[in-house]
């Protein structure tokens, strides 16, 4: 028989379910056939835009389409578990988005059951296929920096919580605030860099200072605040990690804070032999990184020219591969329980007050 040669994709979701939709568009060995969403005249929007023969409301209806072989699941967060399970009981590859689940606990029934099920399941880390951080990535993981021994990773906004009153406020349906949602994000891209380091220990602290008060909502964003709207998750995060090979990495994320950031996310890196730092001001694609050196003993900064990237593409097209051709998927479900673990445990320290050991 002919090897395969696209993948036949349903994407779930269709509200960040249209990042997934321009990667796939841009990945020439995989197709989406079908979308499923409750916010039926998006779904259709969507579908006419991209193509989409067949639209579906709940998930369910779309998992029972006769020719799938991986869907994509761009849902809230509490769903990540239940709509990742039937997919994979119905023997559909999946590509999740971040965090990988509310906790721990939920993220280890997915990444057994996809063992038990034989099918890839990977997720969407699109923030490491940025070119700063490709490169940052590549020059690290080749011993560039030397010994990479202190790592800041942040992600500040004014004023972003992505919708007050939404799921995303929502203790119970997101499982956390800005940590779980963007912290995610660059908790992952400075492990990625440090070589995935098992993390010893963990010192964090957590505060919910404007968004209990109705303040710091995201003037841009696609939800509408309610009357009511609750506010049950922390609005600032900072945690202080210690890897097993001595080195440290410092936190600090908010949706919403009194700084002069707008929103700004990135990484400093310091290694025995260079440095680098990845500054992403909303969400620039050019001229964020700047590394360090020497150069005869006098200090050197450099900017590389970066290329403009599409984060999800790069995911996607890593995610098709390994299901056509067997290769690894990184980012892996495994990585991202291994960042839901670290989030549990900041979490956990915040609410101790206190350093707490990884597994205890
Ligand atoms: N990687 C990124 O850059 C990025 C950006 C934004 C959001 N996200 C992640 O994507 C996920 C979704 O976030 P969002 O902003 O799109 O939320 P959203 O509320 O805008 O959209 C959620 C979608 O899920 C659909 N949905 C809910 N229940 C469903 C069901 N039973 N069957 C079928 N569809 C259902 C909704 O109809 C909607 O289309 C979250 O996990 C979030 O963390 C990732």
Not at 158 to 173: D, H, M, S, V, Y
């Amino acid at each position: 028989m002919a090897p395969q040669e696209r993948v036949r994709v349903g994407v779930i979701g269709c509200g960040a379910g249209q990042f997934h939709l321009e990667g796939y568009a841009q990945e020439p060995r995989g197709t989406v056939v079908a979308l499923a969403g409750l916010d039926s005249d998006r779904c259709r929007e969507l579908a006419t835009q991209y193509d989409i023969p067949h639209t579906y409301g709940d998930y369910r209806e779309l998992l029972a389409h006769p020719d799938l072989d991986a869907v994509s699941v761009v849902v809230p967060n509490h769903l990540h578990l239940p709509v990742t399970l039937a997919a994979l009981e119905a023997g559909k590859h999946v590509l999740v988005e971040k965090p990988l689940a509310r906790n721990a606990a939920e993220g280890e029934e997915m990444v057994d059951a996809a063992r038990r099920a034989d099918r890839v399941l990977a997720i969407a880390f699109n923030r490491r296929h940025r070119h700063d951080m490709e490169l940052v990535h590549q020059h690290a993981r080749a011993g560039g920096f030397g010994r990479i021994y202190y790592v800041k990773a942040f992600w500040m906004r004014r004023a972003g919580i992505p919708g007050l009153g939404t799921w995303f406020t929502n203790k119970e349906q997101a499982g956390g605030g800005p940590l779980i949602d963007l912290g995610v994000h660059v908790l992952d891209m400075a492990l990625w860099v440090m070589g995935n380091p098992r993390v010893l220990t963990v010192s964090a602290a957590t505060y919910a200072e404007l968004g209990p008060r109705g303040k710091g909502n995201w003037a841009g964003a696609r939800f509408k605040v309610t009357e009511e709207a609750r506010y049950e998750v922390e609005d600032l995060a900072t945690a202080f990690l210690r890897t097993e090979d001595g080195a440290t990495l410092q936190l600090e994320v908010a949706w919403a804070a009194y700084t002069g950031a707008t929103d700004e996310f990135g990484l400093t890196l310091m290694g025995s032999e260079g440095g680098a730092e990845i500054h992403v001001k909303d969400y620039a694609l050019t001229d964020t990184l700047r590394t360090f050196g020497d150069f005869e003993g006098v200090p050197t900064e450099c900017r590389p020219r970066l290329q403009k990237t599409h984060g999800h593409a790069g995911v996607i097209h890593k995610f098709v591969a390994s299901i056509l051709d067997g290769a690894p998927v990184s980012p892996s479900g495994e990585e991202g329980l291994d960042r839901v673990r670290l989030i549990d445990a900041i979490y956990r320290s915040a609410d101790l007050k206190r350093e707490v050991t990884i597994g205890e």
